[in-house]
């Protein structure tokens, strides 16, 4: 492999982490508004989240395999247009106005966002110097924070009305006035998501006609794992006690990061008083935090060992969300503007730790820290119920537990051999 290939396969695979990370930050949209169109509970509005993040959980094992065959890019082909599929469904599910439709279409999108994530994750890792891994993956992931920043703000112009009803004002219109208004809350998304479907199915074009160097692992090929069944293979990474601590590590961590995001406007509208506009513009600026939070970290890693940052910006996270439970108007709003800024370097960080040695075991590996992102559909539905119960206010100290273990796996790595990482040339 040339170094110009090299660099450009580089490019390529960091252009699908703004796909998925655009998608994804599409659900704090989703929920304030499908809770409006199919006049839902907190609770049921939390399951965009559910049938969002469950793909994550049933589909990497099957990528890891369908990978191990076809290679990384015959995983991100398929994940491309599984994605597309999804996104083109929600045209129909928007004219039948039908929630269940609804988390289809998400369960296909995410489907296919699982093999892009469970390929190109591994692949930006393992495709150069692995010195400079933590700090590859930080900056690949830096798109996924810039999508993250966009979505709320163009998902905010374009699917939120800005017009919420109260239970009094619905009271008083006739059933077909009711319906109407549903019916265009739920067509909003219908031009958004036909966007979203062709770019992606014009991106899979380009990779299709595109050369991707293959990458294998260390030992990959060799007879004694080939011959071992995939219970088998499962079984042995299992033992791996770094990759199973990282595996918990990421489940709590993506639980708190749907959680933060995902009521972000509900928590606005509420304590700040609010409106879903200025709400959507507020979760915006949080995006732009995460992002800078990814650049600024990354450029930390070069000075500071990364497990230390992890650390340092786990306890932070923790002290600012008991903030922000216990304050009121404003400035609660900016204290979780700041929890996106410091929990922007978790995921990958806690993803490269997690592989680190694994060798022939890379790709499987990496399809358990993958799965673990089904903490983004076990989290929501219980913080959802918690604000049900009492308020969203006390609902936010979920994810501030979901920190905290952040915190023990970033402490239990330093107390482990030192990570040593240098800058990538």
Known sequence: MTKNN???AIALITSLFFIWGFALNLNPILIPHLKKACQLSDLQSSLVDSASYFAYFLLPIPAAQFMKRYGYKGGIL???ILFSVG???FYPASIVRNYAFFLGALFIIFSGAAFLETAANPYITVIGDPAGATQRINFAQSFNGLAAALAPLIGGIFILSGKTLTAGQEATMS????????NKEASSVQIPFIVIGVGVLIVALLLFR??????VEEGEGMEHHESLSLFQRMSSLFKEKNLRFGVIAQFFYVGAQACVGSFFIRFSERVALMDEKTAANYLAAGMLAFLAGRAIGTFLMTFINPVKLLAIFGITNVVLIVVSVFLHGKFP????IGVEFFMSIMFPTIFSLSIRGLGAKTKEGSSLVIMAIVGGAVFPPIMGRISDMTNIQIAYLVPAACFLFVFYFAIRNLKAKELKLTVAH
């Open 333 to 336: 709003v900016f204290a979780l």
């Open 6 to 8: 090299n660099l450009f």
């Open 87 to 89: 996104a083109f469904l």
């Open 210 to 215: 595109t050369h991707l160097p293959q990458i």
């Open 78 to 80: 398929l994940g491309l």
């Open 175 to 182: 059933p077909g006035q009711l319906n109407d208004y549903l």
